[in-house]
């Protein structure tokens, strides 16, 4: 696990908006006729997972008829909104390690034991890419097209939520808050990363308890840019920087969604074909490159930090001093103490 965790990109929240944009675009109003998979695995028995066989016979039963409402995003999982008849419910996908969902018409072969689906002839030759091949999960639908899921370390997840359930569920628990919320002001995003005083900043950027859909590209982005050391500590990081944070981890993340996603790793968009993101790292993968900050001499290097690879520039993102003592703490400590009158 941990090898290739230093190799392989994790989708993160910019490649999961773009893939349910352009699901909602597709699939919004279409009917779900059929589901397959061969994700088969004895792991996951007795487990709300497609993975596992009878749940699957289960979903199945569920989903054929179903017509698609819309498809929403919490942090990075994607939200397929269905209504049979009066019963209104979620298919919940989250495409992990190598996992990313495309949109076609597709072949299926049952005479291959292995990569059984194929795009059609005529479509689109972005769905050929290597990369598109690893189809474990599919949806047909009444126009006969198919939602696939390509997943090379199969690692994604798929299951079904009714709606009654979904507040409840443990698959969307413990989820921070949605940086692209318009509710996610600085002074939540302060709030939040101060709960981890002694963590380092990027880790803790990165818990997806604490902000959700923040990865190992976007954080190494949004750190190099607010200037700050992968390394700092939540609490020593002075509020004027925080703010710069909070601004450069909005900018990456968008400029993530402008870009298409980010495809560095295995994300593909809807259509197969790659994001454009990558193009404008700064830190991420450039260790031994020369800093791009203007004026900046330094060089881009690379750390593990919390068993992640952190890129960062070795001169304008240094560690902080200490923080003196400023007078708003005690000022805070002795409002907060009731004075005898
Ligand atoms: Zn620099």
Known sequence: MTAFAFTVGMPELPEVQTTVQGLNRRISGLTIKDAWTDYGSSFHKGKDSIKDAPYFVFFRKQIAGARVIQVDRKAKN?????????????????MKMTGHVMYGSYAFDGTKARDPWTPAPGERASLSDPFNRFIHFVLTFSNSKNVVLSDMRKFAKVTLIAD???????????IGPDPLEKTFTFEVFRDRLQ???????????????????????YSDEALWRAGLHPEERVGNIPDLLLK??????????????DFGGDSMSDYRNIDGERGKFQEQHRAYRRAGKKCDKPGCPGMIIRKVVGGRSAHFCDTHQKILGRQPAKAKRPVAKISAVKKPV
Do not use: C, F, W
């Open 78 to 94: 994607i939200l397929i909104r269905i209504q049979k008849g009066a019963s209104h419910s979620t298919i919940l996908i989250h």
């Open 164 to 174: 009654a359930d979904l507040e409840k569920t443990i698959h969307l628990e413990h």
């Open 195 to 217: 709960r981890r005083p002694t963590g380092r900043v990027k880790t803790v950027l990165m818990d997806q308890s604490v902000i959700a859909g923040v990865g190992n590209i």
């Open 244 to 257: 710069k944070l909070y601004a450069s981890t909005l900018q990456v993340l968008k400029k993530g969604i």
